[in-house]
C-alpha cells in the first residue's frame, strides 16, 4: 500500500508539473531565452545582412527595420533585385519573378498577413496589448505548441523547444503564385548579438514543400540609425 501511495503521489506530481506550464509560463520563457523583456523594450532598429539560397543559386540579402514602423527586405538573386517592404499604413514590392519588374503596392491580403514583420519583438512579446491571443494546444516530441492570432484575426503556430525555450518552427497558411499553401519557417544556429538579444543564424522556409529558401546570417546591428526614406514606394 505504502509503494502504490508512493508511486501515485509521484505520478499526481508529475502530472502537476505539466500543467504548470501554461501559455503565459512559456511565453514569458521564451522572451528570457532571446534576451528578456529589458533588452527587448530597448530596441529601436536591426539591420541583418544574409547569404540568401533559392533553388541552387545563391545571393546577398539586407534587411532593416524600424520597429513598429516599417520593414524592409532586399535581395538578389542571378542578377535579378527583389524587394518587399511593409509600414505601419501599406506595402509595395518589386519582384521581377512575379511579374512586378517596378514598384507595385503589395495586395491586401498579403500585406494584411505580412504587416507583423515591422514588430521586431514578435506576436509574443506583451501579447495582450498588441491586440494578440495565445492558446497552447499541447506538445508535439519535445515542442509546446502555441496558436497565435494577431488583431486582424492572422493566425500562426509557434512551436518552442521544451529545453532552450527557443522559437524552432512557425507554420502558417500564406499563398504563392496564387495558390493557397501552408509555409513552414524553421529556426536554427542560435547566437547571441553584441547587444544582448539572441537571433537565429539560419532560416529555411519551405512554401508547401515546393519552393524553399534558405538564409544565412552574416551580420546583425541593433539601434543602428535607418533612414526612414528607403521605405518610401518610388515613382515609376
Known amino acids: 500500500m505504502m509503494k502504490m501511495g508512493m508511486a501515485m503521489m509521484l505520478t499526481l506530481s508529475v502530472f502537476s508539473g505539466i500543467r504548470a506550464q501554461t501559455a503565459d509560463e512559456i511565453v514569458n520563457k521564451y522572451i528570457n531565452a532571446i534576451g528578456g523583456k529589458d533588452k527587448l523594450e530597448q530596441v529601436k532598429t536591426v539591420y541583418m545582412e544574409n547569404t540568401v539560397q533559392v533553388m541552387g543559386n545563391e545571393g546577398p540579402s539586407k534587411t ?10 532586399e535581395s538578389e538573386v542571378n542578377g535579378q533585385k527583389m524587394i518587399q517592404v511593409f509600414t505601419d499604413k501599406g506595402g509595395w514590392q518589386v519582384n521581377p519573378f512575379m511579374g512586378a519588374a517596378t514598384p507595385t503596392p503589395l495586395p491586401d491580403e498579403l500585406y494584411k498577413q505580412s504587416k507583423g514583420q515591422i514588430d521586431i519583438t514578435g506576436p509574443l512579446y506583451n501579447y495582450a496589448a498588441k491586440g494578440n491571443k495565445v492558446e497552447l494546444l499541447g506538445k508535439e516530441g519535445n515542442l509546446y505548441k ?80 535607418i533612414d526612414p526614406a528607403i ?3 518610388p515613382k515609376s
Open 64 to 73: 532593416s527595420v524600424i520597429n513598429g514602423k516599417a520593414f524592409r527586405l
Open 231 to 233: 521605405f518610401e514606394m
Open 146 to 225: 502555441l496558436k497565435v492570432t494577431n488583431k486582424d484575426s492572422v493566425e500562426s503556430n509557434w512551436y518552442i523547444d521544451d529545453a532552450t525555450y527557443f522559437l524552432v518552427k512557425m507554420t502558417k497558411s500564406g499563398q504563392m503564385m496564387g495558390q493557397s499553401m501552408e509555409i513552414t519557417i524553421s529556426f536554427s544556429n542560435f547566437k547571441k548579438s553584441d547587444f544582448g538579444i539572441t537571433f537565429p543564424f539560419t532560416t529555411e522556409i519551405s512554401y508547401g514543400g515546393q519552393f524553399n529558401i534558405t538564409s544565412n546570417l552574416n551580420k546583425v546591428e541593433v539601434n543602428k540609425t
